[in-house]
């Protein structure tokens, strides 16, 4: 008989904590958390809009960050065609900051009109990679003259 009570109580243990675990894991995976808000997107380029390769761009990103953690980056040169670049990591501090970002254009790049595409992505907790994506104003990039003629 005392069997048959301790196997209730070890069963009925064992259903709360399997639903207390799953509402924690269902939590972890779609609790809202902001983690980055970028306010002027499309981010305004300073400077020149009109460039060669190898020259810098510099956008102005006035954002929001509400975790400290690191961030991924991928940036992309976007005009129909995406052009790749190596990606990178970045510390920002946690706060509403505004910042002139740097992006060198690479050599290899053809003339045309682009925009920079940034995915950023934040790990948020073992289950959860958040990601956002947001794009510059168009540039144009044009050809080198040739001096040698």
């Known amino acids: 008989m005392k069997n048959h009570i301790w196997l209730k109580y070890m069963t009925l243990v064992t259903v709360i904590l399997t639903v207390v675990l799953i509402a924690y894991v269902l939590c972890l995976l779609y609790y809202p958390a902001k983690t980055l808000v970028v306010k002027n997107a499309p981010m305004p380029i300073i400077g020149s809009k009109t460039l060669k390769a190898g020259e810098y761009v510099t956008y102005r990103y006035d954002y929001c960050k509400y975790y400290d953690h690191p961030l991924s980056i991928q940036r992309d040169f976007v005009d ?49 990679t958040d990601t956002v994506l947001y794009e510059t104003e168009k540039f144009n990039v044009i050809e080198e003259e040739d001096d040698q003629r």
């Open 80 to 128: 129909g065609v995406i052009y790749k670049t190596e990606p990178g990591f970045a510390q920002l501090e946690p706060g509403c900051h505004v910042a002139d970002v740097r992006v060198i254009i690479p050599d290899t790049l053809p003339a045309g009109e682009y925009k920079i595409r940034n995915i950023t992505q934040v790990v948020i907790n073992q289950l959860r």
